[in-house]
């Protein structure tokens, strides 16, 4: 991988991919144990089951999605990575970018999870979601993607 302009290498693609999953797996279970915890006080109330269970799983997503999009900006203000990032030894570049920059970075990507307990609208979501990921592999060499576009920023490999 060459490096750019700047000296810094760019994240490659697999790294990027890997943080996202290791984060993944954590906004994951704890979706599931809402999830979980919210149908069984849907059915307590006296919801219908089938309402319950789609009613939960939609507050869920919900709440998970803004979990993950809330803890991403803040991650990335603070420390300018998150903990999936951390692992794989990447960071997101320049540090000194305002907090509202990084409020659009984190809504645009993956501030969409937020919509996948939405019938037909998860679908939607779910193809955003993955035409992100396209689109930073096709950017060559920077391997940008939209969200790192709108908000002046880059993922680059942590020298530290």
């Not at 999953?21 to 915890?37: Q, S, T």
């Not at 069984?40 to 999605?65: H, K, Q």
């Not at 645009?108 to 979601?129: E, R, S």
């Amino acid at each position: 991988m060459e490096a750019t302009r700047t000296g810094v290498r760019p994240a490659e693609w697999w790294e990027r991919l890997a943080a996202r999953l290791i984060e993944g797996v954590a906004f994951g279970v704890f979706y599931y144990i809402l999830f979980i915890a919210l149908w069984v006080s849907f059915r307590t109330v006296g919801a219908p089951e089938l309402s319950a269970g789609r009613l939960a799983g939609a507050v869920a997503w919900f709440t998970a999605g803004l979990a993950y999009t809330a803890y991403e900006w803040e991650a990335l203000c603070g420390a300018g990575r998150t903990f999936g990032k951390a692992i794989m030894k990447i960071q997101v570049t320049p540090d000194d970018l305002p907090r509202r920059a990084l409020l659009k970075r984190a809504l645009l990507y993956p501030g969409p999870v937020m919509l996948l307990g939405i019938p037909l609208v998860n679908l939607l979501a779910g193809i955003f979601l993955f035409a992100v990921g396209m689109l930073i592999l096709i950017d060559r060499p920077a391997q940008r993607g939209p969200h790192d576009r709108l908000a002046g920023t880059r993922v680059v490999k942590d020298l530290r």
